[in-house]
């Protein structure tokens, strides 16, 4: 391969694909950079000028209401009217403004008992010559004292102004407003001070604006109704800038006439475009022309001699050039040497940690299957009440001894990156099924209120790592029933989308004994507690948490922790889940097999071992030998006949694997045996090299014998493949079991199979006639009725169906 002809090549469309991205970029950047801030400034000049507007407005109607105020100080003095009369015909002398008139209107009779109306009203002609005018007086007229103006401020308190609307002046024909205000002598109400406000010059102010401007403009005053509209033609899109101004309440809005704001926008972004585009390509073009010659190429020299080297060996090169390029040639040939020989240690102590690991896995499950499997083996035995209890006890201890070996192999494998997610779709409601019937006993036993939560619709159907699930699930609940005396445990689940992702919600929360807010970080830490006595008090290897922290960053979610001393804990997880489809498993029914008439081979080098699995299958049914390695088993196979074999992996000489490769590659029928890996790794590539090799089924290692019947019953057709007739004979023998209709009934309702349920209970039903017991036909009753009405029966009538049943099953 011509490695410079590739990098280049490779730089040449890395180059394209840049330059059209880079171009895309600026277009998008500037949209959402330039764009923004060019739209607030335009979008702020025109809020500018409305402003403007407004203020030009406001001043002029703000400075009548000043005059307004000095004829109302006037009207409040105990002055004469003819001294108020000159004082008002001075006052209106000096105003040049939009204030075009105005007095005083005293109530009727209060200033002459004779007549009614004594007004001091005085107009300001366009030549400056201020009139006095008395037709308001005029009886005939109706009396200035029924006018709205007036009506609206008497007594009312001083100070109040009062705005009329927008009038046309009968003899001006001038758009006028008039406001008015009451004023008091002696603390008594006196009359009405008026000022007529001629809005023509503000009008052609606003014309004038909005054409210099390109504006729209439309004012309104205080009644909504409008004062004047220049332009102003709405859009699609248009931005409004929209004021409201002064006490009198006025508001203008104001458009741009011409071009929208968006289109002025875009104007601004192509010009900036236009400027940057060019200078960037230019740029990017000499960018790459100095890579090429001053990295790329030297680069490609170094490659092509690394690959000309040998595996490592160093790199045989001159390089003249005393900069970063000679200092990585000299720098990996001196780490060269160094690197080989840590790579050495690194394999040595990899290869150390996984056979120790293998090792551990191995030595501790080969005894405990001795402990495990005699427990059941006694369990299963007429045993005193005393002795029943404390064989449990033991039971339940090696239990949790592996429980704690799990966890340490589970963490290493998540520190090696072994662990494997896998992704396959299953019901939220089995795994809250499985929490409430494990955890409401638990909580039970404790004194503890067990709840579980969901907002999650009943039918959700999930795609990830179901195992996994559990895991961190059983982990969060174990510690808080463990760290809790008193209270309550709970668990809730509900569901979030967050950038474009569905979150499963998982919050566990109790009333234990909480977790101090300096040490809370640590819990998630390896082989670390809160506190040094908390394994003393309650056991564990500390590494729960930590696991469950991995197993989060591993499913793409994280993990929180609210806590307090004394007040309880709350873990909150989040768990990146896809949604998938229902898928409702068709289920065979079968009843329980009887297994006498067939021969199993027991291949173990553990005695132990050995007389576990033999008196398990002998109790089935099975008549069986035992022998002690591979090479004892191949000469079984081939001078005997069997119908079974259980193949241990770990023996001296001929290893399991080996041997199940040899019994395949035998001709005849004898090859298809079935064959049931028995080991004690827990490792993936131990299980894959068995199944590889031919073993149909791994059975882990300390044996469990639910798990070892599931695996019997799901190979049952390979199992009777020499003897089909006990396979018949098996199937209709006249014994009914209550386990496997039991067993699918569960199944059914994990899986929210509605008409499969409903099969099963009947199966259970007729098992159960011969049963005398009130309580166990109240509760089938219940049951019954939730099938019926097509409704899944409630958890807590399903656990109690379970205890009421477990003295009829085997």
């Known amino acids: 391969m011509d490695i410079r002809s590739s990098l280049k090549r490779k730089s040449i469309i890395a180059l394209a694909i840049y330059l059209a991205v880079a171009v895309g970029l600026i277009g998008t950047i500037n949209y959402l ?44 003095t105990d002055e004469s009217q003819q001294h108020q009369a000159y004082l008002l015909h001075q006052l209106f002398l000096l105003i040049d403004d939009i204030t075009v008139s105005g007095g005083l209107w005293p109530v009727p009779y209060s ?305 090696q990156g072994h662990l494997e997610l896998e992704r396959a779709p299953f019901p939220l409601e089995a795994i809250i099924g499985s929490i409430n019937s494990v955890y409401y006993t638990l909580c039970s036993e404790k004194g503890l209120q067990f709840k579980v939560y969901s907002e999650v619709p009943e039918s959700r159907w999930y795609r990830c790592d179901k195992a996994r699930l559990r895991q961190i699930l059983f982990n969060l609940l174990n510690n808080a029933v463990k760290f809790t005396s008193r209270g309550y445990v709970e668990v809730s689940f509900k569901e979030e989308y967050r950038n474009g992702r569905n979150f499963l919600i998982i919050q566990v929360r109790d009333t234990g004994i909480g977790i101090d807010k300096s040490v809370q970080q640590k819990v998630f830490k390896p082989f670390e507690q809160a506190e040094s006595s908390t394994t003393r ?46 898928i409702f498993a068709e289920y065979k029914e079968r009843k329980k097999l009887d297994y006498h008439g067939l021969k199993a081979l027991i291949v173990e080098d553990n005695r132990t071992n050995s007389i576990i699995l033999n008196t398990f299958m002998t109790n089935k049914g099975f008549s069986c030998e035992c022998v002690e390695n591979g090479e004892l088993a191949v000469h079984e196979i081939r001078t005997g006949e069997y119908d079974l074999v259980l193949m241990d992996n770990h023996m001296p000489g001929m290893d399991g694997v080996e041997a199940t490769a040899v019994i395949r590659g035998l001709s005849g029928e004898k090859s298809k045996v079935l064959i049931l890996g028995c080991t004690a790794d827990v490792f993936k590539d131990t299980w894959q090299s068995m199944l590889t090799a031919g073993a149909n089924y791994i059975v882990s290692k300390p044996v469990d014998e639910t798990e070892l019947d599931d695996a019997l019953l799901s190979h049952s057709e390979q199992l009777y493949q020499f003897k089909p007739h006990l396979l018949n004979s098996s199937h209709n023998s006249g014994e009914i079991e209550l386990e496997e209709p039991l067993m699918m009934f569960f199944m059914a309702i994990e899986n929210e199979n509605l008409l499969y349920a409903r099969e099963s209970f009947v199966q259970i039903q007729r098992q159960l006639e011969a049963i005398q017991s009130p309580a166990l036909e109240a509760n089938l009753a219940n049951i019954e009725h939730h099938l019926v009405a097509g409704n899944f029966p409630p958890q807590d009538e399903l656990d109690v169906l379970t205890v009421q049943v477990k003295d009829y099953c085997n």
């Not at 400034?41 to 105020?69: A, D, F, H, V, Y």
């Open 537 to 582: 008090r309650f056991g564990g290897t500390g590494l729960g948490l930590a696991i469950v922290k991995q197993l989060c960053d591993l499913m793409e979610g994280e993990i929180k922790l609210t806590s307090g001393v004394g007040i309880g804990s709350c873990f909150e997880v989040a768990l990146q889940v896809d949604i998938g489809e229902a």
């Open 33 to 76: 950079v330039v764009e923004p801030p060019t739209r607030a400034q335009l979008e702020r000049n025109l809020e500018l000028r409305t402003e403007l507007i407004s203020t030009q407005i406001k001043e002029p109607l703000n400075k009548s209401l000043g005059i307004l105020q000095g004829i109302v100080s006037i009207g409040s």
């Open 111 to 415: 200033i002459d008992e004779s007549s009614a109306f004594k007004s001091l009203f005085f107009n300001r002609a366009n030549d400056g010559q201020v009139d006095r005018v008395y037709s308001w007086d005029n009886p005939a007229s109706g009396g200035y004292n029924k006018e709205s103006w007036y009506t609206s401020v008497v007594n009312q308190p001083q100070g109040t102004v009062s705005w009329s609307p927008v009038y046309i002046d009968p003899f001006t024909h001038v758009q006028m407003i008039t406001a008015s205000s009451p004023y008091y002598s002696n603390g008594e109400f006196a009359g009405v001070a008026t000022v007529d406000i001629s809005l023509e010059s503000l009008i052609e102010f606003v014309r004038l604006h909005a054409e210099e401007y390109d504006l729209g403009v439309i004012l309104r005053d205080g009644y909504g109704d409008v004062v004047t509209e220049y332009n102003f033609q709405l859009a699609e899109n248009i931005y409004i800038s929209k004021n409201t101004f002064g006490d009198f309440n006025w508001s203008v809005d104001v458009v741009n006439a011409k071009r929208l704001v968006a289109e002025q926008v875009y104007d601004v972004v192509s010009k900036v475009e236009a400027v940057i585009v060019p200078f960037m390509l230019a740029f990017v073009m000499l960018g790459y022309f100095l890579i090429n010659r001053f990295l790329i190429s030297p680069v490609v020299v170094v490659a092509r001699s690394v690959q000309e080297s040998k595996e490592g060996g160093s790199i045989d090169l001159k390089y003249n050039s005393n900069d970063e390029i000679k200092y990585l040639i000299d720098s990996f040939n001196q780490k060269t040497v160094y690197l080989e020989e840590e790579k050495v240690k690194a394999q040595a102590s990899t290869k150390a940690k996984s056979a120790f690991l293998a090792t551990l896995s191995h030595e501790i499950r080969t005894p405990m299957n001795g402990v495990l499997g005699t427990a059941q083996i006694l369990l299963k035995s007429d045993l005193m009440s005393e002795q029943r209890k404390h064989m449990k006890t033991l039971y339940e201890s090696g239990e949790h001894m592996m429980t704690l070996l799990n966890e340490i192999l589970d963490f290493s494998k998540v520190e």
